[in-house]
């Protein structure tokens, strides 16, 4: 059964403005470094879940 606390705050959902007001903010240099961190994350991430592909779910994933 699933509770839920009515003080609990909900998540916050980034939306265009957020990431467009925080990009305003920060120095070249800072994006360029989170831009190469996210790169390196999503590589492991693809690496790590390269070992769950196999031809079947490949093929249905390209079928659309």
Do not use: Y
Not at 34 to 45: G, I, R, S
């Amino acid at each position: 059964m699933t509770t839920s606390n009515k003080n609990t705050p909900s998540v916050p959902k980034p939306c265009g403005e957020h990431w467009r007001e925080l990009i305003a903010v920060l120095p070249e240099q800072t994006l360029e470094q989170f831009a190469e961190w996210m790169d390196e994350q999503l590589a492991t991430l693809e690496t790590d879940l390269a070992q769950h592909i196999t031809q079947v779910s490949l093929r249905k994933s390209l079928r659309g």
